[in-house]
């Protein structure tokens, strides 16, 4: 259920604000998504993997926490990022 290397550079690359950056929060909210996305497929065919669909419940949370604190900080930041995962609708 992990993100291998090359996953999350690509993921890095595709939604860090500077070159060096790596742990913005947008970064951390594109990382937390693809492990929803790849959480969410696992459970629809393993409907009884109750340990899983914690995790991913704490993993959903985590991320409307740090979408909630891009909201607060910057609107422009909260509404792109959430058109560019394709999240919220």
Request: hydrophobic share 30%; net charge positive; no cysteine.
């Amino acid at each position: 259920m992990t993100l291998n290397t090359e996953a999350k550079q690509k993921i890095i690359n595709k939604h860090q604000t500077h070159g060096t950056d790596t742990g913005s929060v947008e970064v951390q909210v594109a990382m937390l998504s693809e492990r929803i996305n790849q959480l969410s497929k696992h459970l629809q065919s393993n409907n009884h993997d109750f340990s899983s669909r914690q995790g991913l419940l704490k993993m959903i949370g985590q991320r409307k926490r740090l979408l909630n604190y891009v909201k607060k900080q910057s609107e422009s930041r909260y509404s792109s990022l959430v058109t560019k995962l394709g999240i919220r609708g």
